[in-house]
């Protein structure tokens, strides 16, 4: 099996656009947050410095609420339960949303994935599904490593 028809069957998909040149900065968990207290989460510096700017982040997808995925939460180690099951106090406090391109769903993965995108940091809620996020990368490529 070659890596097109691997990538095709597990739902992993990497797309390329012309004029994306640029290489993407690396961000890991650890960069996301200065400070995280009983009162909340401060953004450290290097995760507002790359606000709006391309990434690459590695990690695992949560266990998804449905099998074809148009945005998924990505977590610094694999999670036993789906984050939104759960109260919110319990979920871990260094997740990112992955925001699919229109048009484009994935199926759920269980191993670890590399996950290159516009990165937007801030608090915002999403009139479909009500989920409320700090950070978000708006993905142009999602592989399995």
Do not use: H
Not at 38 to 54: A, I, M, Y
Not at 57 to 84: E, H, S
Not at 107 to 134: C, H, M, N, Q, Y
């Amino acid at each position: 099996m070659n890596r097109r028809t691997f990538l095709a069957t597990t739902g992993i998909f990497t797309l390329s656009f012309l004029g994306q040149s640029r290489a993407a900065e690396s961000l890991k968990f650890a960069d996301l947050y200065s400070k995280i207290t009983v009162r909340g989460v401060e953004f450290s510096p290097r995760l507002k410095g790359l606000n709006g700017q391309k990434v690459e982040m590695k990690g695992y997808m949560a266990p998804p609420l449905k099998p074809k995925l148009d945005f998924f939460v990505l977590t610094r180690q694999p999670l036993a339960m789906c984050p939104f099951c759960t109260t919110a106090a319990d979920w871990p406090p260094d997740i990112v949303l992955v925001i699919m391109p229109d048009g484009k769903e994935l199926s759920p993965s269980t191993g670890a994935l590399e996950v290159t995108g516009r990165l937007e940091v801030g608090i915002k809620r999403d009139d479909e599904t009500g989920f409320v996020s700090l950070v978000r990368l708006y993905a142009d490529g999602v592989k399995e490593i």
